[in-house]
């Protein structure tokens, strides 16, 4: 399967962890998102990045999340001190640079935080 | 202005009904629409998508309709099968100034079509 992944996909853990979670993109594709998607809810927009470098954070990306996609390839998502607030599914996408726009989704990373 | 406004909320076709979902925006600067669909637990898949020069665009038993000037797009789901049961999703593609690319997504259609 070429699409993108993400792991883990589920993750439970206690208030004030810290969780990273991971995104390997469709590998010819150079631009790269991350959404948040509560019950009920669409995705939210958190950040983008086009390569390496990040162009775009979310005002609902508090200190306490952090974004990184080291050499334009996978990238890596991790909030610090979690809060319950923060369970939701953490969605990440990624695009090529030309055409269409067309976003294509992973499986997403569901966390609990207790 | 920045928001996708989606109805109806939830939605039950019988099965070879027509299945219609609309969203509606404000904001001009959208440039591409697309249509997710979403199975529970699973991230959203790609379904259809238009850009805002063309009024319809089909692909199988699914159709867009954008209607520009009044600022709506609709998703029609010709013959409809209880495999499509499902949540759609609408979006529009913002492109900042800082170059940015993101989509703005409605809030859901939770479609069942019944046996």
């Known amino acids: 399967d070429t699409g993108v992944s993400q792991n883990p996909r589920h993750k439970i853990t206690k208030r004030g962890q810290n969780v990273t979670f991971r995104c390997d993109p469709i590998s010819e594709h150079n631009r790269l998102y991350w959404y948040r998607q509560t019950l009920g809810q669409g995705p939210e927009f958190l950040t983008y990045f086009q390569n390496e470098a990040q162009l775009e954070k979310s005002r609902l990306l508090s200190d306490r999340f952090s974004a990184e996609r080291p050499k334009g390839s996978f990238s890596t998502l991790e909030i610090q001190r979690t809060e319950q607030g923060d369970s939701a599914m953490y969605l990440c996408?990624?695009?090529?640079?030309?055409?269409?726009?067309?976003?294509?989704f992973g499986p997403g990373t569901r966390l609990t935080v207790t | 202005q920045q928001q996708v406004k989606q109805s109806p909320q939830s939605l039950i076709v019988q099965k070879g009904g027509i299945s219609i979902i609309n969203c509606a925006y404000e904001?001009?600067?959208?440039?591409?629409f697309p249509w997710y669909q979403q199975f529970p637990g699973k991230g959203p898949a790609l379904l259809i998508a238009i850009r805002p020069d063309v009024s319809e665009k089909k692909e199988g038993r699914f159709t867009i309709s954008f209607n520009k000037s009044a600022k709506q797009f609709s998703l029609h789901i010709m013959d409809s099968q209880p495999g499509d049961s499902a949540t759609y999703f609408c979006a529009a593609n913002l492109r900042t100034t800082s170059g940015t690319y993101k989509y703005i997504f409605g809030t859901g259609t939770r479609l069942k079509v019944l046996a």
């Open positions: 904001n001009t600067a959208f440039d591409y």
């Open positions: 996408a990624s695009s090529l640079s030309r055409g269409f726009y067309e976003q294509y």
